[in-house]
């Protein structure tokens, strides 16, 4: 198991751009896959996208690809979110999890996961 902590969400204007962080403890960090999720208002949990242990291999659902990007830094055991082109649709509160695949896309299979941020983009 891992602690994990988000931090960065905020409220954004259509279009505009936010970077969210992930703060990770534990020196199993570098073991895990990492993910995001999120969850609007009266809908369920969704993927995001997923970030190998390494770092070589990323994936994102097809609603956020080209605009999103995850990123990893093990040496600082934190992993990134860079939100562009945010739209009001992107809307919700953003999760970060760790998990033992990178192929893995259900919230089910991910062991560990942070409180949450904050996402709000004003149309």
């Known amino acids: 198991q891992v602690q994990l902590v988000e931090s960065g969400g905020g409220l954004v204007q259509a279009g505009g751009s936010l970077r969210l962080s992930c703060a990770a403890s534990?020196?199993?960090?570098?073991?895990?896959?990492m993910a995001w999720f999120r969850q609007a208002p009266g809908k369920e949990r969704e993927f995001v996208a997923v970030i190998s242990w390494s770092g070589g291999y990323t994936g994102y659902a097809d609603s956020v690809k080209g605009r999103f990007t995850i990123s990893r830094d093990n040496g600082k055991n934190a992993v990134y979110l860079q939100m562009n082109s945010l739209k009001a649709e992107d809307t919700a509160v953003y999760y970060c999890a760790a998990g033992f695949s990178s192929s893995n896309r259900r919230d089910s299979d991910f062991h560990s996961w942070g409180q949450g941020t904050q996402v709000t983009v004003s149309s």
């Open positions: 534990g020196r199993t960090f570098i073991n895990y896959a």
